[in-house]
């Protein structure tokens, strides 16, 4: 199956296009790969392909670039060959049925907004991307991750949503354990009395009860989150992120776990199939620190202050733990509108 990467440029490549697809060293290749440029103006003649170490054309392609005369192309397409796709998660790209990570597609002085893997020829793509901003303490968080899974379970094409966990922190300065009380942090922070605290909290326990949930917010051990959400980067590097995810929610809304605990992150990990030593490593380190502050960062761009915050497809925001009925209607609207252009979120 040959793929193609959409780029939408926009308008001229001033200073020439450098698209980067770094391969892991002794990946194999498999199944031809494209880049398709689409916003180019007619008379643009010339675009530089550049940072390639695959085959292309049948020639080997160096760092230094090779051009392409585009003279004869009409407006607004264009196709070039890249060589081939790697046949592991590893090897390339690290959303390889979603979207090129931005650090791996370049272009010198100018925006380009890119688009998503898809089957020469075909009109649909072949996977829609969805990024959940979240937190593991956040009690409306776990509630809408269920209301998606629902929305998920009727929507007609579930198995080509691509889900992405995005790390957000409640409060970033929270300190690693805090003696108080979920009534107590209430009624410090709103101002609340003890019952109406008590109240709150018992309001949030049903409404977690409706979606299949089992809360004890009386019993929450609570900390800081972020070793936590670096836990789940690591998670994701082998496909587990929101299974990792899923436990450190259960663990801390219905078990009553520490997950600011390094031993129960590590024992949190063991459950989901993670390699200790690995888990081990990152915990007693700061890989995947940038990713967490680039995630929280990515949040305040795209103007979230609070979550659950949903991006579908990088063009439709959806803030708070919607209902499923909304979800569905919203991923139906994206699946719809593929391909018709739109501004991109941030």
Known sequence: MHRVVVIDIGGPVEEGLDVRAPLGEGCRLTEPLSVRLQGLPAHE??????????????????????????????????????????????????????????????????????????????????????????????????????????????????????????????????????????????????????????????????????????YHLDRVQIGNTFDAHRLIHLAELSGQGGVMKERLLRAYFTESRAISDHATLVELAGDVGLDIASVEAMLSGDTFADDVRADEAQAVA??????????IDNRIGLPG??????????????????????TPLG
């Open 45 to 214: 003649e010339q675009v530089a392909l550049g940072g390639l170490d695959t085959p292309m054309d049948g020639k080997r392609e160096e760092s230094g670039g090779s051009r392409d005369d585009l003279s004869s192309l009409d407006e607004g397409d264009l196709e070039v060959g890249l060589g081939a796709r790697a046949d592991s998660d590893e090897c390339m790209l690290k959303d390889h049925v979603g979207t090129l990570a931005a650090d791996q597609v370049h272009l010198r002085g100018q925006e380009a907004s890119l688009g998503r893997v898809t089957d020469r020829g075909a009109d649909r793509v072949e996977s829609m991307k969805v990024e959940i901003w979240s937190d593991v303490v956040c009690p409306w968080c776990y509630i809408g991750k269920r209301n998606l899974e629902t929305a998920l379970a009727d929507f007609a094409h579930a198995d080509e949503v691509e889900i992405a966990w995005r790390s957000f922190e409640l409060d970033p300065t929270t300190p690693k354990v805090v003696e108080l009380s979920m009534d107590e942090v209430l009624e410090r922070k709103y101002g609340m009395t003890s019952q109406q605290a008590k109240e709150a909290n018992a309001n949030m326990t049903n409404l977690a009860a409706k979606v299949g949930l089992e």
């Open 321 to 342: 733990a919607q209902p499923p009925d909304v979800l569905l209607r919203f991923l139906e609207r994206a699946w719809e509108t593929q391909g018709a252009g739109g």
């Open 302 to 311: 795209l103007g979230s202050t609070g979550v659950p915050f949903f991006v």
